[in-house]
């Protein structure tokens, strides 16, 4: 069995922005040549997460007005008076409770194993952010 991995980097433009990585994963699970196995797929950040849900654009306008509406961002948040960073970024702490951090995927025939709706988004809750990072781990065999 091996098990490979790489990072990827990019920015976002919106203060909650749900991406679209399922190609770019696709991509480099290509170049691994593991035909069989399971991809984990991890956001590095605390105020970003990592999730499976259906590609429609209207569906995640929807989900970007809920995130907002569900936990508000001028709330009376207690961590925006003690912010390490100066971000008063509480409420995307507490929107990423209900996110998981990463998502595991099975790979067959070298595919990742994907319902026809599916897509693997990055979910931005605190930006913008010039820099934000994923962890890819593939484990399986060729």
């Known amino acids: 069995m091996k098990i490979l991995r790489t990072r990827t980097e990019f920015e976002t433009v ?21 035909r069989e196995g399971l991809l984990t797929v991890t956001s590095l950040h605390t105020t970003a997460r990592v999730n499976v849900n259906e590609r429609e654009p209207q569906l995640q306008k929807d989900m970007v007005t809920w995130l907002k509406r569900f936990v508000p961002r001028d709330g009376d948040w207690l961590h ?57 781990q593939i484990m399986g065999e060729s």
């Open 80 to 136: 925006n008076l003690v912010a390490v960073d100066g971000r008063d970024n509480a409420h995307s702490h507490i929107l990423g409770l209900l996110m998981n951090s990463s998502e595991s995927i099975p790979v067959a025939d070298g595919e990742m194993i994907l319902g026809s709706w599916q897509a693997i988004f990055f979910i931005e809750l605190d930006g913008p952010r010039e820099r934000r990072g994923l962890e890819l």
């Open 14 to 34: 919106e203060p909650i922005q749900i991406l679209d990585i399922t190609g770019q994963v696709r991509d480099w699970l290509k170049t691994t040549g593991i």
